[in-house]
T-cell receptor
Framework: KNQVEQSPQSLIILEGKNCTLQCNYTVSPFSNLRWYKQDTGRGPVSLTI?????NTKSNGRYTATLDADTKQSSLHITASQLSDSASYIC????????????FGKGTHLIIQP | GAGVSQSPSNKVTEKGKDVELRCDPISGHTALYWYRQSLGQGLEFLIY????????KSGLPSDRFSAERTGGSVSTLTIQRTQQEDSAVYLC?????????????FGAGTRLSVL
């Protein structure tokens, strides 16, 4: 069964600090991996999308890495801001199935001033 | 439109009543998805429309749930005889084609509360 596991479940850090969120997956076949940011009361918004051959991709202060061999990904947030408080969802696309997507449960990140 | 639009944003209903949730996808997107998001849980796939093909209903949890997409654009998710366990946020997303190779754009969701 395709699964995406995220850790930690929740995280609290001080404004200005860096943090790293983890995503482990068992999805086959693998097409791509996405990270979404979901603000409270809003729908998820795509941050990055990486294919098998991509090891890292950045979007401003967000940097995602992918190790296709170990089936792990991380999302690193640099110099956190209050607006980074949100849930971060890892999604793996397999190219198969109804929508071909397996969603993680997300990491709830809180940035404190 | 500029993005995926869902209405209503909030819906409170009594147990046993029927509800209709609406989704306006991004113009030109052929693929449309409905998901359910319960507190502390990941997104649960419900149904998927792709162009004129028959929808994939494999994620619908019971026969009380149904959805249609008229004219390849607007979609309506209907829940009949609502139960308290139906309380959740219902998210709609659209993509240019299939989501496995294209970015999904999500609406803000409809928060359904069944009393």
């Amino acid at each position: 069964k395709n699964q995406v596991e995220q850790s930690p479940q929740s995280l609290i850090i001080l404004e200005g600090k860096n943090c790293t969120l983890q995503c482990n997956y068992t999805v086959s076949p693998f097409s791509n991996l996405r990270w979404y940011k979901q603000d409270t009361g809003r729908g998820p918004v795509s941050l990055t999308i990486m294919t098998f051959s991509e090891n890292t991709k950045s979007n401003g202060r967000y940097t995602a890495t992918l190790d296709a061999d170990t089936k792990q990904s991380s999302l690193h947030i640099t110099a956190s801001q209050l607006s980074d408080s949100a849930s971060y969802i890892c999604v793996v696309a397999s190219g198969g199935g109804a929508d071909g997507l397996t969603f993680g449960k997300g990491t709830h990140l809180i940035i404190q001033p | 439109g500029a993005g995926v639009s869902q209405s209503p944003s909030n819906k409170v209903t009594e147990k046993g009543k029927d509800v209709e949730l609406r989704c306006d996808p991004i113009s030109g997107h052929t693929a449309l998805y409905w998901y359910r998001q319960s507190l502390g849980q990941g997104l649960e796939f419900l149904i998927y429309f792709q162009g004129n093909s028959a929808p994939d209903k494999s994620g619908l949890p019971s026969d009380r749930f149904s959805a249609e997409r008229t004219g390849g654009s607007v979609s309506t998710l209907t829940i009949q005889r609502t139960q308290q366990e139906d309380s959740a946020v219902y998210l709609c997303a659209s993509s240019l084609r299939g989501a496995s190779k294209n970015i999904q754009y999500f609406g803000a969701g409809t928060r359904l509360s069944v009393l």
